[in-house]
């Protein structure tokens, strides 16, 4: 069973449906368009912070997935019961998820947060009483950081 560790570079996204959710969970999938996709996906996990769509649940990260790779694809081919739907055509990168982890505790945003994603590290994930906490404060951590993106980005 995976386990996030101190050292993994972890992906915080926006999930913004419960059926993306589900996909995630039951298919090991997730879904992001390639006009806003973040500098890299060469990431250990990825976290979801949970938006108002999810009621009790809303505004706080409680699950996180290992990511296995990704590949370039089209929103169709995603979902196919919305071809007719605007972005059909689009590129998207779908990301392979291993299985849904649930936190040991869930990491509630004091106030609602708009961000679209965001870096840090498992040990920041797993020791995370809010959301703030992910930030990387210390330039120690966030030298580390900046070099872990650098080698996956192949700078």
């Known amino acids: 069973m995976d386990t996030i560790q101190s050292g993994d570079l972890v992906l915080v996204a926006v999930m913004k449906a419960r059926r993306d959710l589900e996909i995630a969970r039951v298919l090991g999938w997730y879904r992001i368009p390639v006009q806003t996709a973040p500098k890299t996906l060469r990431v250990d996990w990825i976290a979801f912070y949970l938006t108002g769509a999810f009621g009790d649940q809303k505004w706080s990260i ?25 972005r059909a055509d689009d590129p998207y990168f779908k990301l392979q998820l291993g299985p849904l982890l649930t936190l040991p505790e869930p990491i509630p945003a004091q ?6 994603f965001l870096y840090t590290t498992g040990e920041r994930l797993l020791a995370a009483r809010e959301m703030r906490d992910l930030r990387i404060s210390d330039s120690g951590t966030r030298k580390g950081l900046w070099g872990m993106l650098k080698e996956r980005i192949g700078e």
Do not use: C
């Open 111 to 116: 106030r609602w947060r708009r961000f679209t």
């Open 62 to 86: 409680r699950y996180a997935a290992a990511v296995r790779g990704f590949e370039l694809t089209h929103r169709r081919d995603l979902l196919r019961e919305e071809t007719a739907h605007p």
